[in-house]
């Protein structure tokens, strides 16, 4: 059985909107990927698409990011599209920056923002790194 390359996908709620227009505008090279996404920002992208395959994991306050963090340290999530509100404080934040962190350490692609994220499922082959 080959496993295929892993994504996650995380948005903070005033972003959950921007990421599901982007998910839904790119189901096809999404759909490529198998995907990992915390709680709330996960039901939301199957709401709206719902043949993408999406695993949920807990919500980001409840240990969804560290859980992300986790897929990346081991290497199983290659590439990271966290939509993040910079205007709204967070319970977690400790855990929003652990996972930018694991993020940065493990130099996976890691888009914060729709402009970023539209360039780089641009060039999916970018995901595909092995380190
Ligand atoms: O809080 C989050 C990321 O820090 C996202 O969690 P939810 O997708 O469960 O809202």
Not at 25 to 45: C, M, P, V, W
Not at 71 to 88: C, Q, S, W
Request: net charge neutral; proline share 7%; glycine share 6%.
């Amino acid at each position: 059985m080959t496993i295929r390359p892993a994504l996650a996908l995380v948005a903070h709620d005033k972003k959950k909107d921007d990421l599901v227009a982007f998910a839904v505008s790119h189901q096809n090279k999404l759909a490529e990927f198998d995907l990992y996404a915390t709680g709330t920002t996960g039901s939301r992208i199957l709401a709206a698409a719902p043949d993408l395959p999406v695993t949920r994991l807990k919500s980001g306050p409840l240990g969804g990011d560290q859980q992300i963090g986790a897929l990346i340290a081991e290497g199983r999530v290659k590439g990271l599209i966290f939509f993040v509100d910079p205007l709204t404080p967070m319970p977690h934040d400790v855990d929003v920056k652990a996972l930018m962190r694991l993020g940065a350490l493990y130099d996976i692609p890691m888009a914060l923002n729709r402009a970023t994220a539209d360039l780089l499922i641009a060039h999916p082959d970018a995901f595909l790194q092995t380190t």
